[in-house]
């Protein structure tokens, strides 16, 4: 079965300090797909990052970053001079492989609430 | 990017109306969709996976003559909850996968804005 752990429920820093969410997944299937949704306070579901579980490669994208590491089954996200504009829930998913046969469906973790404090 | 979008974002009802929520793909072609369900501040539920012209698959524990789904073309879906109640309110968020073409990334879901019921 699946299941996507995220430990912070809630995390409150200083402007400009760097942050960084918590995800562990489980899944039995080797190959998956892990997902970061950011959640503003708007509601809308924007995506941030998709990583295939055959590249561990970590990724840097302006001030995010992500550190995928298979052994740990971690996937933690690291925002870098956080801004206000940041402050959200962050969602951390997971989605076993998909084919054109399968409908695989996103799980996700219960979120971390960022504040991001002026 | 690939664009979806839920039409109403927001409706209030009274106890035992039925409401009708639908997702468009706007610029690409779904023959899946899939719909969620939040509460106030808690993660998404996957409620229900929809495939177009056939039945949709329902998740454990989600009533599928409570939330209809229909999935009549590659672009729209609709789920209509029947004869809703307070419990029922909740925000509502679809999404449609996109299998890519050679502008947009293959094998991407995108998510729709939500529709946020309240039912008084």
């Known amino acids: 079965a699946q299941k996507v752990t995220q430990a912070q429920t809630e995390i409150s820093v200083v402007e400009k300090e760097d942050v960084t969410l918590d995800c562990v997944y489980e899944t039995r299937d080797t190959t998956y797909y892990l997902f970061w949704y950011k959640q503003p306070p708007s509601g809308e579901l924007v995506f941030l990052i998709r990583?295939?579980?055959?590249?561990?490669q970590n990724e840097i994208s302006g001030r995010y970053s992500w550190n995928f590491q298979k052994s740990t089954s971690s996937f933690n996200f690291t925002i870098t001079a956080s801004q206000v504009v940041d402050s959200a829930v962050y969602f951390c998913?997971?989605?076993?492989?998909?084919?054109?046969?399968?409908?695989?469906?996103?799980?996700f973790g219960k979120g971390t609430r960022l504040h991001i404090l002026p | 990017g690939a664009v979806v979008s839920q039409h109403p974002s927001w409706v209030i009802c009274k106890s035992g109306t039925s409401v009708k929520i639908e997702c468009r793909s706007l610029?690409?072609?779904?023959?899946?969709m899939f719909w969620y369900r939040q509460f106030p501040k808690k993660s998404l539920m996957l409620m229900a996976t929809s495939n177009e012209g056939s039945k949709a698959t329902y998740e454990q524990g989600v009533e599928k003559d409570k939330f209809l789904i229909n999935h009549a073309s590659l672009t729209l879906s609709t789920l209509t909850v029947t004869s809703a109640h307070p419990e029922d309110s909740s925000f509502y968020i679809c999404?449609?996968?996109?299998w890519g073409n050679g502008e947009r990334p293959t094998d991407t879901q995108y998510f729709g804005p939500g529709t946020r019921l309240t039912v008084l």
């Open positions: 990583r295939n579980s055959f590249d561990e």
């Open positions: 999404s449609a996968r996109d």
């Open positions: 998913a997971l989605s076993e492989r998909w084919s054109m046969n399968r409908d695989d469906k996103i799980i």
């Open positions: 610029d690409f072609q779904a023959t899946t």
